[in-house]
């Protein structure tokens, strides 16, 4: 199914397609089910190392276009650096409300992973640039 997605993108290039046009070509429907087969499907074409990524609801092979790429970028960034600022307040939250030291020793085990992989994160990333 990745190789008939492949094809739409490239039939498509470089507009792109939108979820919903791929899903309804691809799936036969637009639902939300999917819309979501669609973002695996993006996935998968990444992991054959082909350059493609959805924003603002369309799909594109988007190698030869930095803008896109970057806008991208720049909102997965704010959705990630969001998501890490909850995981820790969820976090330390957690410790606060909870006087089981079972259940301490297991938020601790959870905090030096997370700061593990935060750290590996980063040094991939400075590594990477």
Known sequence: MAELFL???V???PKGVSTAFAAKKL???ASDRNKRKVYRLAKAL???NYVVYGNEGIYKLASDDPNFLFAVNQKRGKNTVGTVYSQVRLLIENYRAN???ALL???DSLREWLTKE???VVS???GEI
């Open 99 to 101: 006087p089981d030291p």
């Open 105 to 107: 020793a297991e938020l």
């Open 7 to 9: 094809r739409l993108l």
């Open 27 to 29: 799936y036969g429907s």
């Open 118 to 120: 935060l750290v590996n």
């Open 46 to 48: 990444r992991d054959m």
């Open 124 to 126: 991939h990333l400075k």
């Open 11 to 13: 039939k498509h290039h």
